[in-house]
């Protein structure tokens, strides 16, 4: 390897330090590694972590190996500087070679470079729309804690218990499993007679299913887009919003109240908009490295 160094055929004596030796320090824009507001620069290590590994210093070599630690702080390197004499070119590496073509385009979908779409949401711009379905999803959510059940029920399910009223208690024969279809004698029964019921039956069935559990609609997510419409949020940042309004900022007293609950909604949904990723945003290389 010296050799070769030293003849000028291939590498340098940096490459060489770095092989035989240890890597040494590490910069991101000419400072050490950054901490994040946890006062981390990776999680593994302990918050203002004042040991020189922590800060980015490498005290590993390439020829018995690096740690994790280390080999995610070359590729902040290798990200920052793309191309540099660390001897590990991260930017050829085979993980980055897929995802970081994947781009944010202004609907905010994640496409690649052939435009192909791999998550999308409709971008509808009616706010009355919105606060429309919002209502709809808090409405059921309401009922369904009412009901304080979670009990799966369905056409077919209405149809066994009225099967199971007429007959009455089942013996223990009609409860072995069938090892060739997995399935008791009773629910293989009860199977056969629902696909035997015309349709005028069936639709009876899913009319009384209709009439006690209502259609669960949509999340207002996967109808309208976040990235452009105030007021697009989860369910369970909503059900927070209408918490901490009801149980908290409610019960104050009037000249502590300065906001009324569309503000505190809209203030909330603002800063719910500002989280999302902006279009152009190289997430497939942020996220392969």
């Given at each position: 390897m010296r050799l070769m160094v030293d003849s000028g055929a291939k590498g340098s004596k940096v490459n060489m330090n770095q092989m035989a030796s240890l890597f040494g320090p590490t910069a991101l824009d000419g400072k050490r590694m950054p901490l994040s507001l946890a006062g981390k620069s990776l999680p593994s290590f302990l918050p203002y972590d004042m040991n020189p590994r922590a800060g980015g210093y490498i005290s590993t070599r390439f020829m018995t190996g690096i740690d994790p630690q280390s080999y995610f702080f070359l590729c902040i390197v290798g990200r920052d500087f793309e191309y540099g004499e660390d001897g590990l070119d991260v930017t050829k590496a085979p993980f980055l070679k897929s995802p970081k073509i994947l781009d944010v385009v202004v609907d905010n979908c994640v496409r690649q470079l052939h435009d192909s779409q791999l998550q999308a949401a409709q971008d509808k711009l009616n706010n009355?729309?919105?606060?429309?379905?919002?209502?709809?999803?808090?409405?059921?959510?309401?009922?369904?804690?009412?009901?304080?059940?979670?009990?799966?029920?369905?056409?077919f399910t209405i149809f066994c218990e009225d099967q199971e009223n007429c007959t009455g208690q089942h013996d223990a024969k009609a409860s072995t499993i069938n090892s060739d279809t997995g399935r008791s004698r009773r629910a293989q029964t009860l199977l056969n007679k629902w696909n035997e019921l015309d349709q005028d039956s069936k639709l009876e069935y899913e009319n009384r299913y209709r009439a006690v559990v209502p259609v669960r609609p949509d999340p207002v997510l996967s109808r309208y887009c976040g990235h452009s419409n105030v007021g697009v949020m989860s369910e369970v940042l909503d059900d927070f919003v209408e918490s901490y309004y009801n149980q908290q900022y409610a019960k104050r007293d009037a000249h502590h109240k300065k906001y009324d609950r569309q503000t505190i909604e809209t203030t909330v949904a603002i800063k719910a908009r500002s989280a999302h990723v902006d279009p152009g945003e190289a997430v497939g290389a942020i996220c392969a490295q």
């Open positions: 009355a729309n919105i606060s429309k379905h919002r209502k709809k999803v808090r409405k059921y959510l309401k009922k369904q804690r009412k009901l304080g059940t979670r009990r799966r029920c369905s056409a």
